[in-house]
């Protein structure tokens, strides 16, 4: 976990919560630029950004968006606060699960067939959402890492639409400490949402490809 690859040298975080913050400090350790925003005005964040994630630059959304790279780790229900002009064109990471416990029943979602991530593309229009970083801990993101090649390395999936936001996303997985796995499409991301055996467990890259197959697989074979 050294430097980074030339075409992703920032990453910008919208969401200074759990996961926003662990994944900040886990992509600082990996030599990115991070830059980090919540809703509130960045004078209200900067102090928590310097104690929560030092070395992390505080940032209003517009700058946060204008990285390599943006994840979006706010709660889901509040998806729709999210700016899509600002992220028209980025390559975006798609942390959020939908939880009704947690979210409460979220008509967007409880009504609509799709994944929660083909309902964040239509609304992010403009954007390549990737869905990955959902199915790990906050906690454990920090402690799972480990180097290339190292065995039984922790494997994490994603999925997408846009082959070149998958390699992006790929490489700074990598990067974080995790080797990527390539779920497919977004659709492909509900093998690894809330409640299935990937979203509940820690899993390497075969036992990932494993279970992707038997997802594939036709329900009357
Ligand atoms: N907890 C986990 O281990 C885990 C793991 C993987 C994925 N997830 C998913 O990740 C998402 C976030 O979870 P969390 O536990 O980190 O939530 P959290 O601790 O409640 O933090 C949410 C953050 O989002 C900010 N926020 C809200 N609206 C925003 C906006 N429009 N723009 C920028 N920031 C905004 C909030 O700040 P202000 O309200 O002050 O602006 C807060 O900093 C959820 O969907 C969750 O399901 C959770």
New binding site residues.
């Given amino acids: 976990m050294n430097t980074p690859t030339p075409e992703l040298r920032t990453v910008g975080i919208?969401?200074?919560?759990?996961?926003?913050?662990a994944i900040a400090r886990q992509a600082l350790k990996a030599g990115y630029a991070v830059k980090i925003?919540?809703?509130?005005p960045v004078d209200e964040?900067s102090l928590l950004v310097q104690i929560i994630t030092p070395g992390a630059l505080a940032a209003e959304?517009a700058e946060a968006a204008s990285a390599d790279l943006v994840v979006v780790?706010?709660?889901?229900h509040?998806y729709r606060?999210?700016?899509a002009g600002l992220l028209a064109g980025k390559t975006v990471i798609d942390?959020?699960?939908?939880?009704a416990p947690?979210?409460g029943e979220v008509d967007d979602f409880e009504n609509d067939h799709r994944t929660s991530s083909e309902i964040i593309q239509d609304f992010l229009a403009g954007a390549k959402v990737v869905k990955t970083?959902?199915?790990?801990?906050?906690?454990e993101l920090e402690e799972d890492g480990t180097e290339p090649g190292t065995p039984g390395r922790r494997a994490l999936a994603l999925a997408g639409d846009r082959d070149e936001a998958k390699a992006l996303v790929a490489g700074f997985l990598d990067r974080l400490g995790y080797d990527p796995v390539d779920a497919g499409p977004l659709t492909a991301g509900r093998a690894f949402q809330p409640g299935t055996e990937i979203f509940n467990g820690s899993h390497t890259a075969e036992q990932l490809q494993t279970l992707f197959s038997v997802a594939a697989e036709p329900a009357n074979a």
């Fill in positions: 919208l969401g200074a919560g759990r996961v926003g913050t925003a919540t809703a509130k964040i959304a780790a706010v709660p889901l509040k606060t999210l700016d942390v959020m699960n939908y939880w947690i979210d970083l959902n199915h790990i801990g906050y906690h």
